[in-house]
């Protein structure tokens, strides 16, 4: 891959990126720090890895005494090592959400660096940063940037790993990604990185990635991180498998029992204003993607990317519980091809094959925050 250098700057693509990251925990912890936990939400995801800490069970979670069997435990042991050494405090509660955050962040970067140039890996992490819904979820009291973080790295690692000469370490990765995934939020851990590979394989006709990966390995650490928990909780609780699997993933999939019914196009919205301030560049991705042609899409990364945004979004509109917090998973990719369009120069976007712009101001109108970065990237 072309090594390409950015003009007036002193720091290499790699420092600039850990110097983003770096500014952006700084950031979101000073937000995390400066107001009350709000929300049953909040109070819970702190209360149960206290608890956790009280009674030493880190097996089965409990809430205010109570089984509490919604979620695996994760999320709540990263709490309970926080509250162990920060004690309870909105800070010590936001800390993981802020950490995943801005792990996310540095991967969506690496992912985009590797995909199509250090410049693009600097204006991923910084449009994904400071996206709305992202930026506020990384200062938020909840599973899901945890589980966003997972995700990207296991949708992330097998598409670094159809682009990358030693491909074993990225599929690896996937797998012990995916187990972290299950052990935040569940079978949907799984069922959506599946999902999306799935479709893209269909689409791209590149079945022979299947062929080289890693199966035995990789189940064999898929099993040993995800599955000891679940057998352990089913030999404490016989009504854990029941109330687990059955209720908390299909009930709450296909019916209307947790009471969270939204139109189909809710998550639509959510991804528009979620955007902010970004979402003006969303019409020339689709123009600039779609316009190349079936032919040339195919075979681009950029289909990966498109399926990593629709198999979430038509996934979840078809569920009967929707929540807007469910479809961050789909920020980093949209993120890189946000990027991309600072990459236009009356071809196709995301052509890994061309050097992009050295500047950003190669977009007209651009709003406010890329001023403020211009100098800085």
Not at 273 to 297: E, T
């Amino acid at each position: 891959m072309k090594n390409l250098q950015l003009n007036n700057n002193k720091q290499s693509p790699g420092q600039r990126a850990w110097l983003i990251g770096l500014g952006f925990f700084l950031f979101y912890l000073l937000i995390a720090t400066l107001f009350p936990l709000m929300g049953p939400d909040e109070g819970r995801y702190i209360e149960i890895p206290r608890e956790m800490l009280a009674t030493r069970d880190f097996i089965l979670p409990h809430l205010n005494g109570v089984l509490y069997f919604e979620k695996p435990p994760l999320y709540y042991w990263l709490n309970s090592l926080s509250v162990a050494i920060f004690g309870i405090s909105p800070a010590a509660a936001r800390l993981w959400s802020v950490l995943m955050a801005v792990f996310s962040i540095l991967f969506t970067g690496k992912l985009a660096g590797k995909l199509y140039g250090p410049e693009m890996a600097v204006r991923s992490e910084i449009i994904l940063g400071t996206s709305f819904l992202f930026m506020g979820l990384a200062c938020f009291n909840t599973l899901d940037m945890t589980l966003t973080f997972f995700m990207t790295v296991c949708i992330g690692s097998f598409l670094l790993a159809g682009e990358a000469a030693g491909k074993r370490p990225y599929f690896l990765l996937m797998f012990a990604a995916a187990a972290g995934a299950v052990m935040t939020k569940g079978l949907i851990g799984v069922v959506l990185p599946g999902g999306i590979v799935f479709i893209y394989l269909i689409l791209s006709g590149r079945w022979q990635l299947l062929r080289l990966v890693p199966w035995v390995t990789g189940l064999a650490l898929f099993s040993v991180l995800a599955v000891p928990w679940h057998v352990a909780a089913a030999f404490r609780n016989p009504d854990f498998l029941h109330f687990y699997f059955i209720r908390e993933h299909f009930l709450r999939y296909a019916t209307t029992i947790e009471h969270r019914t939204q139109p189909w196009y809710f998550f639509i919205v959510v991804l528009l204003v979620g955007s902010f301030p970004w979402m003006y560049l969303l019409p020339g991705v689709l123009k600039h993607l779609f316009s190349a042609g079936w032919r040339k899409l195919r075979h681009d990364n950029a289909l990966y990317l498109l399926m990593w945004i629709f198999v979430p979004l038509i996934f979840f509109s078809l569920s009967e519980s929707k929540l807007a917090t469910y479809i961050l998973p789909v920020f980093p990719p949209l993120a890189i091809l946000f990027a991309g369009e600072f990459e236009l120069s009356g071809k196709y976007g995301l052509d890994s094959n061309r050097k992009p712009p050295s500047r950003l101001d190669k977009v007209a109108g651009g709003p406010v925050c890329v001023s403020t970065f211009k100098d800085f990237i």
